[in-house]
Nanobody, 113 residues
């Protein structure tokens, strides 16, 4: 069984920063991609950033230059979010991809104007 644990959400003022961390545990021998998605009220879940096992990162256009994803180790990833905007408000979900796929329970990020 695989567990995906997220931490670091919260409330911050516009222009502030937050750091999200995700760690996978359980029976995973080799993790491929790890990524962060978000879902705002009334909207579909969208990719924010992802990073491959070879450390290739990709970002949504809306967060380029503000967010940075990094791979802490084979099963842990961090999303550093700077210059946050109210439109970044959403529930952020971590996704872990290996031979299967698993999601975290989500962590709420609220950016006030």
């Amino acid at each position: 069984q695989v567990q995906v644990e997220e931490s670091g959400g919260g409330t911050v003022q516009s222009g502030g920063s937050l750091r999200l961390t995700c760690t996978a545990s359980g029976t995973i021998f080799s993790v491929d991609d790890m990524g962060w998605y978000r879902q705002a009220p009334g909207k579909e879940r969208e990719l924010v950033a992802s990073i491959s096992r070879s450390l290739t990162a990709q970002y949504a256009d809306s967060v380029k230059g503000r967010f940075t994803i990094s791979r802490d180790n084979a099963k842990s990833v961090t999303l550093q979010m700077n210059s946050l905007k109210p439109e970044d408000t959403a529930v952020y979900y971590c996704n872990v991809l290996w031979t299967h796929n698993a999601w975290g329970q989500g962590t709420l990020v609220t950016v006030s104007s």
